[in-house]
């Protein structure tokens, strides 16, 4: 069973930093596609950022400068560096993870997703 646990979140004041982590355990044999989103409360979950399988990142255009997604396949865990942050970041941040599974009778690609971790900005 596969499993993502997020971490980093905490209360902030505004132009601080923050680094979330997203720690996938479980029969993983590779992360394809993986993100992180956001829901703010009484709003949608929105994607924040976006990293494929060949390396190609995307950002929502709110956080664009100030994010940066990364990952290490090794340790099976995906980042969030979240520079210069402002009140309007507050939400509950969740990991994604496109994930291929190998198994004798043949293999599975499925979406996975943490439970969040909250991230507040204060003014």
């Known amino acids: 069973q596969v499993q993502l646990v997020e971490s980093g979140g905490e209360l902030v004041q505004a132009g601080g930093s923050l680094r979330l982590s997203c720690a996938a355990s479980?029969?993983?044999?590779?992360?394809?596609?993986m993100g992180w989103y956001r829901q703010a409360p009484g709003k949608q979950r929105e994607l924040v950022a976006g990293?494929?399988?060949?390396?190609?990142?995307n950002y929502a255009d709110s956080v664009k400068g100030r994010f940066t997604i990364s990952r290490d396949n090794a340790k099976k865990m995906v980042y969030l560096q979240m520079n210069s942050l402002k009140p309007e970041d507050t939400g509950v941040y969740y990991c994604?993870?496109?994930?291929?599974?190998?198994?004798?009778?043949?293999?599975?690609?499925?979406?996975?997703w943490g439970q969040g971790t909250q991230v507040t900005v204060s003014s």
């Open positions: 990293l494929n399988s060949r390396g190609r990142t």
């Open positions: 994604n993870v496109e994930a291929y599974s190998d198994y004798d009778v043949g293999y599975v690609v499925r979406d996975y």
């Open positions: 479980g029969k993983i044999d590779r992360m394809n596609a």
